[in-house]
């Protein structure tokens, strides 16, 4: 085994795809300090700038004074605390669902949720550009599974009409895709499920707490009820600023995931004082609004900037704002580069996209100015090639 490890490291490092831990020395916030060094960061998914607000930290701290620090046990055994249960009736309000079901991780409310409603004899299609957990979910699940082309709702319909009458049929979308930052057709998709009795799933983490009127994420956005999008994934870790995940649905959906979902029912529960903190970001969602408007405006500023440069970004419209460079070892130049200019940008590499699709992941947040958006323009102006240099895709 150890030289079959050896060889492998070694063929990641020639591709360019080895990956290292950097070591964060201060809070999330637009400047940190990494590994000694002081950085303007763009690479969090600290959206709107919430995970070192004062008003979390404080929740949690009285949390902790109330409800000590670990979960104890797993929320059906004796770790679901009142706390846990506020937290979940707040995101079912929120989302305009019946209830809401709260998981570790994204990962785990993913894998939990599918592999619980579809098996054997059942039906799975899935964007090819899902996360990672959502296909690991399909194909754990047992249930015959398909992957669609990206946001092609044709392929999509042409896969359904195949489909045999028995067994459920699940259909399973990123609401934002992470690395493209593009987001799913989610009225249209919710059509096709009614039209061919299909059930749609949306994971909404890079959509929560930032899209829609008062935050409530992409379904929201388009106006979808619960009906229309049965089951709903957003996490906690993201816009909201804390760490965790959900499942909004119906009470049906809720109850079954009580009694099927292996990762909740074999999960300790979150700390209480991290549901106390989310509780509390969900709070600022109504009273400090003017982060998602200035969000928007960031992105705006950006885009804009960009396409005067023509930098070649991807064509998104949220905080997820892609510059794609091609080749592993380019990628790997240009953020070794912004990062010499006092700039971290990470550089995305397969597996975790398509081989010749690396990129540089820029993410903007609420916690940005425009003097932040600027000098960022500025470094990519002087280290991206001119060979890159295209119009906005």
């Known amino acids: 085994m150890t030289e079959a490890l050896q060889r492998r490291l070694a063929e990641r490092h020639q591709q360019s795809r080895y990956r290292k831990r950097r070591v964060l020395e201060s809070a999330q916030g637009p400047r940190v300090r990494v590994d000694g060094r002081d950085f303007l960061l763009f690479c969090s998914n600290d959206y709107l700038g919430l995970a070192n607000h004062p008003q979390l930290i404080t929740a949690m701290q009285l949390a902790s004074s109330e409800y000590g620090v670990g979960g104890g046990a797993s929320h059906l055994v004796c770790g679901h605390s009142a706390l846990h249960h506020r937290l979940e009736e707040r995101l079912a309000e929120i989302t305009g669902r019946d209830r809401a079901l709260l998981f570790s991780t994204g990962y785990m409310a993913n894998l939990g949720a599918v592999t619980a409603l579809v098996g054997k004899g059942d039906h ?198 892609p510059l794609l460079v091609g080749e592993e070892s380019l990628a790997m130049a240009i953020s070794a580069n912004l990062e010499a200019e006092g700039i971290l940008v990470s550089a995305i590499r397969p597996p975790t996209v398509a081989v010749g699709q690396s990129r540089l992941r820029i993410t903007i947040t609420a916690a940005h100015t425009d003097a932040d958006v600027d000098a960022l323009l500025e470094a990519l102006h002087r280290v991206v090639p001119a060979g890159l240099r295209v119009a906005t895709l």
């Open 124 to 321: 799975i299609l899935e964007d090819r550009l899902n996360h990672a957990s959502l296909l690991d979910a399909g194909l754990l699940s047992g249930a015959k599974f398909q992957r669609f082309r990206h946001n092609d709702l044709a392929d999509l319909e042409r896969r359904l009409q195949k489909l045999p009458a028995e067994g459920l049929r699940l259909i399973v979308v990123d609401a934002v895709f992470s690395m493209d930052g593009d987001m799913a057709p989610l009225s249209d998709l919710a059509a096709l499920a009614q039209k061919y009795n299909a059930c749609l799933m949306a994971d909404d983490a890079h959509g929560f707490g930032v899209l829609g009127k008062t935050g409530a994420g992409s379904s929201e956005l388009f106006g979808l009820n619960q009906e229309q999008l049965p089951i709903l994934m957003g996490t906690l870790g993201k816009g909201i600023g804390s760490y965790g995940a959900f499942i909004a649905g119906s009470e049906l959906l809720i109850e079954s995931l009580i009694q099927f979902a292996r990762p909740y029912i074999y999960t300790t529960a979150m700390p209480p004082a991290v549901a106390a903190a989310s509780v509390a970001s969900l709070e600022l969602l109504a009273t400090e609004s003017w982060r998602r408007d200035h969000l928007q405006h960031l992105i705006a500023r950006f885009k804009s900037g960009a396409a005067k440069m023509a930098l070649p970004l991807m064509a998104s419209n949220t905080a997820i704002q």
